[in-house]
């Protein structure tokens, strides 16, 4: 589904050029539970972030659902994205001024759907995520826990092939962080690819394959005996 | 879709409180100031454009030039309007003289009301075939075909005679001649280029003329307005030489041209002598133009300023639209819809204070504009693209630049390097300081020149001079007994009379000066006067010596002539023009006295050659002399106007005793001055106003921006002072920036105005520096203050804070 080949990222400030990315190989398969690690800067987030569709590789290729889309426009990209991509972000990233319901809605509303889809979308993932009581409240209402499963239910309603998670439980207690990441398991026995960056070892060990990253380059891969 | 749009706009409008209610009112404010300005721009071009034929009506001026001496009258000879009909009936399709027989006022009796009426004309019956008004009784086509008719407007036949209805009633005309009233009209539109209360058939004047009216080709008192054929004006105007030249007067033909000017012109772009009324001049409509646009920039700058400026709350929001698959152009229309919304709803509020201020405008303004106006759909449809395109300019550029957010760098928290540099910002701000101080200084000008207008020495004493019509009086025949009595008073310091009002108005009367052949009648402004007048007027002699009654010859023999007639004569010295000769109607007159130049009519135009003219014979004093003037002692009082008026009843009992004071009459000549600079005064204020609003709610954005580097600095020893200067250092340098653009720009623009007057005040220096102080005081003020918030806090709070 996901497979990169020499993807390198190069950013360019003043004077200074720093290879986020190295020629970056990795090969993700639909269904898969992927862990990306390594210490700060080493490149996952750039990595997460092209795998995204949010940014473009400087060089190699980059094919994403059997497309190569190294060389799309950001118009192209973000009609692959809404259609195939959800994200879960460390900091929630939920938007202040919409309710929860208005949160999770607002991909349907890019998707284009009908007011009486998007209900009816919304109310089942808010029940899935065991936060429909709160659907009326605004973020600054809800504990870290609440808010990441309204960005959980927020990047599955939209029913994506992929999930892509930035240390997800990075802001949580533990207790709340295996809530979620339970939640993101069970997306994935659903059939939902996931990619995570995580610093943590214990939400690694979720992840059915660990892809270790140093200093812009893949260093390991290694297969994880699934918790569940 | 958009229902999430209106959403997240109610919530943020909410959340930035203080930002809103600036933007808001900033918009409201200029938006109200704008449709104001519009509408009185609107009101000002609609003169006269209410009759049907608008566009066919012209007015006949009648040009006099003797080498550059003469006039440019707005009146004509009685005979031209029926003989240009006659002479060219395929192009000129109807006529009408009106006639006031050039008297300030008209005395009007019925029953035991009597009233000096100022708007009483005379017309041909054919005034109300060429001119629309609504009649509500009575037949335009006839209402002034008899003599002693007359058509009265609604609010005098309600002064008059209540609610009666006025048909066929009479008044008495300077207690002589009774009209019967044959229609009521509606009351006159405002925006008439003249307006009257009564109109009375000019055929009514042929008995008391003697028989027919005046059929000299001299003497030109009429308004003379012609319906043209459409489309032949041109056709007519090429035509007129020779009409000039069959008809004229022979000693004054090569010196006349007519022309014709067009009805609807004539309220914006006449400037003639003996107009009706003063008019307005197209010139300060664009200058409101140009303070209207302004206002509306700074309004919308701050919105500009204040969004991106607050962008950075909106940042998380735009990141994330992005990444679940926002297309760039859904957020541009996401902002625009914002900022079309605030906008509509700032043209509401708008709206609102255009209905409070609209009285107070309109009496200020002298015009009758309701707010119902709006409501016509071409306005309702103007004012709400007003306010969408307001909305769309000031949401464009927060809309692009929000919409470009790198949602990578916004969802890491990196803000920091979306949002930083505020170039625009700057350069937006330098515009708003530009403007708000251009205004200032020109605005400072612009007083000083009427100022100067109302207090420039105009050669003659205009303070404590009290004017007293005397046309159709008895006082006209006793005048100089009336004078003997005044002078009685202590404080009546000096009187004499005259035909016209010094500095408003004069005739010019034909002279042959020394040296020019037979036939070559020069016409000469002149003012008509009595013993005294030098002395009344404190008026400088310069040469010889002023009228005097112990000169037997003085009236028939004697005349006074300016300064610049003895350079336009091109005589060598005023004591060398002393005893040349003048010929004038009379015979051969002596010039005996030089005075120093008066400027006879308004200082938009330059002192002239004059002459000063006694009238000795009863019958030319009646005729001629129109007001008296008195000199009176600075520390005139109750006491003193007392004894005039009880002078006056002795004297003339038939009429009210009403007076004016030549300071209040000569300020009329400004009158469009001082609107002028009463209005950009009102704006300049309300711009500086909006600019501040700005530039407070710019200051209050930046210094939450820096308040952990506010933070750590105070942690790290730092005072208030250098806190303050460190915030207000980057208004000073963007102040600055503005002057260097404001200073030059003024100036142009100043220049540009005071070239219209022939008599300018030099520009004020001063007031370059005082709208720059201004700016500087006011923005420092508001900037510091804020910064001294920042200070105040705890730095604890705004490091934990991140």
Known sequence: MIKTSELTRIFRADEVETTALNKVNIDINEGEFVAVMGPSGCGKSTLLNILGLLDTPSTGDFMFLGENVSGYSERQRAKLRKRNIGFVFQNFNLIDQLTVFENVELPLIYLGLSAKERRTRVETALEQMQISHRKKHYPNQLSGGQQQRVAVARAVVSEPKFILADEPTGNLDSAHGDEVMNLLADLNQNGTTIIMVTHSQRDAEYAQRVIMLFDGQVINEKLTPSKN | ?802
């Open chain 2, 1 to 802: 879709m958009w229902i999430n749009y209106l959403k997240i706009a109610f919530r943020n409008l909410r959340k930035y409180k203080l930002y809103t209610l600036i933007n808001i009112s900033g918009l409201a404010i200029g938006i109200a100031s704008f449709i104001l300005i519009w509408i009185y721009i609107i009101d000002e071009l609609s003169y006269d454009r209410y009759h049907r034929q608008a566009n066919d009506i012209f007015r006949i001026v009648n040009v006099h030039d003797f080498e550059g001496v003469g006039e440019n009258s707005a009146s004509s000879p009685f005979p031209v309007a029926w003989t240009l009909r006659n002479e060219y009936p395929q192009l000129v399709k109807n006529v009408v003289r009106v006639f006031n027989r050039q008297l300030p006022r008209t005395l009007i009796q019925h029953g035991d009301k009597t009233y000096n009426e100022r708007r009483f004309f005379f017309a041909d019956s054919t005034f109300f075939q060429i001119f629309d008004h609504q009649f509500i009784y009575g037949d335009p086509n006839k209402a002034l075909d008899e003599i002693n008719s007359i058509v009265i407007t609604e609010s005098t036949a309600k002064r008059y005679f209540g609610e009666i209805n006025p048909m066929g009633q009479t008044f008495r005309v300077e207690g002589q001649l009774d009209f019967v009233v044959t229609g009521m009209i509606e009351d006159v539109p405002l925006n008439s280029h003249f307006t009257f209360d009564m109109m009375a058939s000019i055929s009514s004047l042929r008995k008391p003329y003697g028989g027919q009216l005046p059929n000299t080709w001299v003497w030109n008192p009429c308004w003379t307005y012609l319906l043209v054929e459409e489309a032949k004006e041109e056709e007519l105007e090429s035509l007129f030489p020779a009409f000039v030249e069959k008809y004229f007067f022979d000693a004054e033909k090569e010196h006349i041209s007519l022309y014709l000017q067009p009805l609807t012109d004539i309220h914006l772009k006449s400037k003639l002598d003996y107009e009706i009324e003063p008019n307005s001049n197209a010139s300060y409509l664009q200058i409101l133009q140009a303070i209207a646009f302004f206002l509306l920039i700074i309004a919308i700058i701050n919105y500009v300023n204040l969004s991106t400026a607050t962008s950075a709350g909106r940042a998380r929001e735009i990141g994330v639209k992005k990444v679940f698959g926002a297309y760039r152009h859904q957020l541009v229309y996401q902002f625009l819809f914002e900022s079309v919304l605030l906008s509509l709803f700032a043209l509401g509020l708008a709206i609102i204070l255009i209905d409070v201020i609209l009285p107070g405008f309109n009496s200020f303004s002298n015009k009758d504009i309701h707010i119902s106006l709006l409501l016509e759909p071409w306005y309702l449809i103007s004012v709400t693209a007003l306010g969408v395109l307001t909305g769309l300019l000031a949401g464009l550029y927060p809309a692009i630049y929000l919409s470009v957010f790198n949602p990578i760098l916004v969802l890491n928290n990196k803000l920091g390097q979306v949002a930083k540099s505020g170039l625009g910002r700057k350069v937006l701000v330098v515009v708003q300081f530009t403007i708000s101080i251009v205004l200032v200084i020109v605005t400072l000008n612009i007083f000083k020149q009427v100022d100067y207008l109302n207090n420039a020495d105009t050669g003659f004493t205009k303070e404590n001079v009290l004017l007293l019509p005397i046309s159709g009086t008895k006082l006209s025949r006793d005048f100089e007994a009336f004078k003997e009595e005044l002078m009685q008073h202590p404080k009546v310091l000096s009187v004499t009379a005259m035909d016209d009002i010094i500095g408003v108005a004069h005739n010019t009367h034909e002279f042959r000066p020394e040296g020019f052949p037979e036939d070559k009648w020069q016409f000469y402004p002149a003012l008509v006067v009595r013993y005294d007048f030098l002395e009344t007027f404190g008026i400088n002699l310069l040469a010889g010596r002023d009228y005097s009654e112990d000169m037997k010859t003085d009236p028939e023999k004697g005349m006074l002539i300016s300064e610049a007639m003895v350079r336009h004569q091109g005589w060598a010295s005023n004591e060398e023009a002393i005893g040349k000769k003048f010929r004038s109607l009379r015979g051969e007159e002596r010039i005996i006295g030089v005075f120093e130049n008066f400027n006879a009519t308004s200082l938009h135009e330059a002192a002239g050659p004059f002459v000063l003219n006694i009238k000795e014979n009863p019958n030319e004093i009646r005729f001629f002399l129109k007001y008296i003037a008195i000199k009176m002692d600075a520390a005139h009082d109750k006491e003193t106007m007392a004894f005039l008026e009880k002078k006056w009843m002795e004297a003339e009992k038939s009429r009210p005793f009403e007076y004016n004071w030549l300071d209040q009459e000569l300020e009329q000549l400004y009158h469009d001055e001082e609107v002028l600079g009463e209005l950009s005064l009102n704006l300049t204020l309300v711009i500086i106003f909006i600019a501040l609003l700005g530039l407070f709610g710019l200051a209050a954005f930046m210094t939450n921006q820096r308040s952990k580097e506010i933070g750590i600095r105070k942690v790290f020893g730092a005072g208030e002072a250098s806190i303050m200067k460190l915030l207000s250092f980057e208004f000073a340098r963007l102040l600055l920036v503005a002057i260097a653009f404001a200073w030059p720009l003024s100036y142009w623009l100043i220049d540009e105005w005071l070239n219209y007057f022939a008599y300018q005040t030099s520009m004020d220096w001063w007031s370059f520096l005082h709208g720059a102080i201004i700016a500087f005081v006011l923005a420092m003020l508001i900037t510091t203050s804020r910064a001294f918030i920042a200070w105040r806090a705890n730095p604890i709070d705004t490091l934990k804070y991140e």
